[in-house]
């Protein structure tokens, strides 16, 4: 069971470039999310999605775009690199079902640095 | 806007000690609560999870209580393992108006853990 997976592991980008990290799981889950991790700061959601064709800005949506054509795929585009914008980055999935009880199943992240 | 706020780290054990990681948080609504456990190269793996007021969470010897009054969600172990040497993140998930939380997280800024033998 390969869960939620991401690809690539590792990216190197010059400033201005653009590139879509791939998120992919095979649970079936309803929601998918994008956080990006940085020292100091926890993780921060920067989109999310409730399900096929519908996406929503997070706490940190500028410099990113999503979209979300099937259940099981959720890419994140980085339209124009910037240095800021270091960092990993965790995509992430659960199921729609109990209210109180969402708990999140993450990729094995992706590291982008962006010289 | 809902926030959570762990202990500073990292932390450093020896082998067999009591272990507490504080996490306090404020929301909006009434939240879930998670700790979530990051080994080296990994991604995020659900630790424990409350959902109500003065339930407790537990697993691989963790535990932590939901403490509404105080507004706090401490991590506990008695006896820590060189293998629970790792990052730790609390979490909270609260509902919105219709009742959903969409998967989505606010998470504190994670407490680095090594214990040494």
């Known amino acids: 069971n390969a869960g939620v997976t991401q690809t690539p592991k590792f990216q190197v980008l010059k400033t201005g470039q653009s590139m879509t990290l791939q998120c992919a799981q095979d649970m079936n889950h309803e929601y998918m999310s994008w956080y990006r991790q940085d020292p100091g700061m926890g993780l921060r959601l920067i989109h999310y999605?409730?399900?096929?064709?519908?996406?929503d800005q997070g706490e940190v949506p500028n410099g990113y775009n999503v979209s979300r054509s099937t259940t099981e795929d959720f890419p994140l585009r980085l339209l124009s690199a910037a240095p800021s914008q270091t960092s990993v980055y965790f995509c992430a999935s659960s199921r729609r079902g109990a209210r109180r009880y969402s708990p999140l199943h993450f990729g094995n992240g992706t590291r982008l640095t962006v010289t | 806007g809902d926030s959570v706020t762990q202990m500073e780290g990292p932390v450093t054990l020896s082998e067999e000690a009591f272990l507490t990681i504080n996490c306090t948080y404020t929301a909006t609504g009434y939240p879930s609560l998670f700790w979530y456990v990051q080994y080296p190269g990994e991604g995020l793996q659900l630790l424990l999870k409350a959902t109500k007021a003065d339930d407790k969470g537990s697993n691989k010897g963790f535990e932590a209580t939901y403490r509404k009054e105080t507004t706090s969600f401490h991590l506990e172990k008695g006896s820590v393992q060189v293998s629970d040497s790792a990052v730790y993140f609390c979490?909270?998930?609260?509902?919105?108006?219709?009742?959903?939380?969409?998967?989505?997280?606010?998470f504190g800024q994670g407490t680095i853990l090594t214990v040494h033998p």
């Open positions: 999605s409730v399900g096929a064709g519908i996406t």
């Open positions: 979490a909270l998930s609260d509902l919105n108006a219709g009742g959903t939380s969409y998967g989505k997280l606010t």
